[in-house]
T-cell receptor, first 113, second 112 residues
């Protein structure tokens, strides 16, 4: 079946790096995504990675993909208070044609001084 | 400005009433989606449409209906048959051939 799991909460100090982890079960996943949601708002696409890549970097964000272990992580360098939000991992199975996104429950990131 | 708009931001209805949530996009995207978000859970797909006058059920379509008469609009009706309609509803769109879905700001529906 299709399932995406994330830890529910992460607390980091301002200026440190944050690492948010995600595991998925569908080996046919084609793309994996990270979205950010601030309170009461919609989801903002942060980045995504194709399943045949193992790393993608975009400014302060680094995505690592271990396809063998079906493990995805998002590293945020120099975490700021504005990074406090819920982060969702999502994957799209091959059969979905980019129409079906399977979401994790989200990781709430709290950044403290 | 290009984007996805959802209105209203907050909506209150009495139990037993149908209610329609609006979603409009001016991005010229082909595909549009409706998701439901409940506290502490990920998003679940209600309906999606890849082209005008065509739509498909998602994982939790029971108690909902949609229409796609225009490319830019994809309204969602929450009917009285939906047992637990109180939730945060998110609309998204995707360009033809694109891999990313882009989300609107959401509508919080509360049924009293």
């Amino acid at each position: 079946g299709e399932d995406v799991e994330q830890s529910l909460f992460l607390s980091v100090r301002e200026g440190d790096s944050s690492v948010i982890n995600c595991t998925y079960t569908d080996s046919s996943s084609t793309y994996l995504y990270w979205y950010k949601q601030e309170p009461g708002a919609g989801l903002q696409l942060l980045t995504y990675i194709f399943s045949n890549m193992d790393m993608k970097q975009d400014q302060r964000l680094t995505v690592l993909l271990n396809k063998k272990d079906k493990h995805l992580s998002l590293r945020i360098a120099d975490t700021q208070t504005g990074d406090s939000a819920i982060y969702f991992c999502a994957e799209t199975p091959f059969s979905g044609g980019y129409n079906k996104l399977i979401f994790g429950a989200g990781t709430r990131l709290a950044v403290h001084p | 400005d290009g984007g996805i708009t959802q209105s209203p931001k907050y909506l209150f209805r009495k139990e037993g009433q149908n209610v329609t949530l609006s979603c409009e996009q001016n991005l010229n995207h082909d595909a549009m989606y409706w998701y439901r978000q409940d506290p502490g859970q990920g998003l679940r797909l209600i309906y999606y449409s890849q082209i005008v006058n065509d739509f498909q059920k998602g994982d939790i379509a029971e108690g909902y209906s949609v229409s796609r008469e225009k490319k830019e609009s994809f309204p969602l009706t929450v009917t009285s048959a939906q047992k637990n309609p109180t939730a945060f509803y998110l609309c998204a769109s995707r360009p033809g051939g694109g891999r990313e879905q882009f989300f609107g700001p959401g509508t919080r529906l509360t049924v009293l």
